[in-house]
């Protein structure tokens, strides 16, 4: 049964759609968008995410759309059968606009939004892709009465197909600000970890904290060499995250909310993760994900750390953690410090008059760029 999503009568009214990922990424970017949105402004959630309930917490409807995969489906099969449920989903909610998150819209979408012309929409497209790639999707532009880019701080190092691809560009995107983290002593409390002592945060993946050659066991053992406790994000190694008191298991969303909780940061370099651990002081050791099939980490990574912002390094395994963490304790501050007083702020706020202005919900002007 489709969740409820009450239709009221000249209420204004927002499609979120968010692709299948990796990770938490596009839904992440969608719920910063709806949550700076006006109060009588109704926000609807599609996700091909798994993780889509979490969205329930803002207070907003949703409903799960299976991607190609999880259904097993052919993919000629799976594109019709999109095309008819988000048509249904638009005759159902009568949105003034559609946003879609992610860097690869599905056939059939289209089919969806020509049949419902009253909805005008907005591709939500992330740069820093690979050089090279994905460069056809480019052309479903014309799908869209608008394509938004959320700023990257690594914008500097792209080199991918977006760069001079025509969009409304914003500055860089975070669901959370400075002002909506919980205080050290209530982030702690509330993710079930100890009051004292130096702690940080490993989100490397899944992965076996008892073993010294995979990322997530070499950042865990690196930490302890240095007293520092870990809290590891990936759910698959819940059993394993117990086994001694300097390993924690931290489950939140979002986990950024009880950011203070933490002296330090081992993360992978998506654009969630870099720009949270950035924007909001964290100091931070990024480990680019090379496997990717079109985000930049390595990239993105590189620059921060030109920058002075981060450490990076590709690897942790061979023997080379030990002391990257030990120059993250020792000089983690102080990146992190040169990494804030360089913020150019949330672009979020922005990007949401601009999905208001095209839905013809506001008359705000445009904050972005085209190019």
């Given at each position: 049964?489709?969740?409820?999503?009450?239709?009221?009568?000249g209420m204004p009214s927002v499609l979120l759609v968010s692709s299948n990922g990796a990770g938490m990424g596009h839904l992440t970017r969608l719920l910063a968008y709806g949550r700076r949105m006006p109060?009588?402004?109704?926000?609807?959630?599609?996700?091909?995410?798994?993780?889509?309930?979490?969205?329930a917490a803002e207070g907003l409807t949703w409903e799960y759309l299976p991607s190609q995969g999880a259904t097993g489906l052919r993919p000629a099969t799976w594109?019709?059968?999109?095309?008819?449920?988000?048509?249904?989903?638009?005759?159902?909610?009568?949105?003034?606009?559609?946003?879609?998150?992610?860097?690869?819209?599905y056939a059939g979408l289209d089919v969806a939004l020509a049949a419902h012309p009253r909805t005008r929409a907005v591709w939500s497209r992330r740069a820093m892709w690979k050089p090279g790639r994905n460069g056809?999707?480019?052309?479903?532009?014309?799908?869209?009465?608008?394509?938004?880019?959320?700023g990257d701080l690594a914008s500097d190092a792209d080199r991918g197909e977006t760069v001079t691809a025509a969009a409304t560009r914003v500055r860089?995107?975070?669901?959370?600000?400075?002002?909506?983290?919980?205080?050290?002593a209530t982030a702690r409390a509330a993710l079930g970890l100890p009051a004292d002592g130096?702690?940080?945060?490993?989100?490397?993946?899944?992965?076996?904290?008892n073993d010294t050659g995979d990322e997530v066991g070499a950042a865990v053992r690196a930490l302890r060499s240095q007293g520092v406790g870990a809290c590891v994000t990936a759910p698959s190694i819940a059993e394993r995250a117990y086994a001694g008191d300097d390993v924690h298991l931290v489950r939140h969303f979002p986990l950024s909310e009880h950011f203070r909780a933490f002296d330090h940061v081992v993360t992978a370099a998506g654009y969630n993760s870099v720009h949270e651990a950035l924007r909001l002081g964290v100091?931070?050791?990024?480990?680019?994900?090379?496997?990717?099939?079109?985000?930049?980490?390595?990239?993105?990574?590189r620059h921060a750390a030109e920058r002075g912002w981060a450490l990076t390094a590709r690897t942790l395994t061979g023997g080379g953690a030990d002391a990257l963490v030990e120059e993250l304790v020792a000089r983690g501050p102080e990146l992190a410090a040169r990494a804030q007083a360089q913020d150019p702020g949330n672009g979020a706020a922005d990007a949401a008059q601009e999905i208001l202005r095209v839905a013809g919900l506001a008359a705000a002007p445009r904050t972005g760029t085209a190019s």
């Open positions: 049964m489709l969740p409820r999503c009450d239709i009221i009568a109060a009588d402004v109704r926000r609807h959630v599609v996700s091909m995410s798994q993780a889509v309930p979490v969205v594109r019709s059968l999109l095309a008819d449920r988000m048509s249904e989903v638009l005759g159902r909610v009568d949105p003034d606009v559609l946003v879609f998150d992610g860097t690869h819209p056809p999707q480019l052309d479903k532009a014309a799908w869209f009465d608008v394509v938004l880019e959320p860089p995107v975070t669901m959370l600000d400075l002002e909506d983290l919980s205080d050290r130096p702690l940080a945060l490993v989100s490397l993946g899944a992965g076996n904290i100091p931070a050791l990024l480990v680019p994900n090379d496997a990717t099939s079109l985000d930049d980490q390595v990239a993105r990574a």
